[in-house]
């Protein structure tokens, strides 16, 4: 029905950057927000940043300034460009993605990427 696919994740060390991206694909009638959120071991899943199709935006507080999150609405696709990379990063980043399908509007999670910073 409907899929989010994510990319981009990997090892670098602390300082370097990464570039997830995210596609939605499926039976889409509409897209309300997008966005990423994290989870390391032994902690609870969090918002790292959302944008909405209009094209606002909000960010955790640890990642601002650090990371930009931007979603080109033609392609369905979220990106995050994270730079100045900390071992805190370290997480596996899961795609979400609120939108609009044949009767209903629901959330839908992707399968998840790990970004490991090395100090």
Avoid: H
């Avoid at 602390?14 to 902690?43: D, F, T, V």
């Avoid at 931007?70 to 990063?89: F, G, H, I, R, Y």
């Amino acid at each position: 029905q409907v899929q989010l696919v994510e990319s981009g994740g990997g090892l670098v060390q602390a300082g370097e950057s990464l570039k997830l991206s995210c596609a939605a694909s499926g039976s889409i009638l509409a897209i309300y927000k997008m966005g990423w959120y994290r989870q390391a071991p032994g902690n609870q899943r969090e918002l790292v940043a959302v944008i909405t199709s209009g094209g606002s935006t909000n960010l955790a507080d640890s990642v601002k300034g650090r990371f930009t999150i931007s979603m080109d609405n033609a392609k369905n696709t979220v990106s995050l460009q994270m730079n100045s990379l900390k071992p805190e990063d370290t997480a596996v980043y899961y795609c979400n993605a609120d939108l609009v399908v044949p009767s209903r509007r629901f959330q839908y999670w992707g399968q998840g990427t790990q970004v490991t910073v090395s100090s």
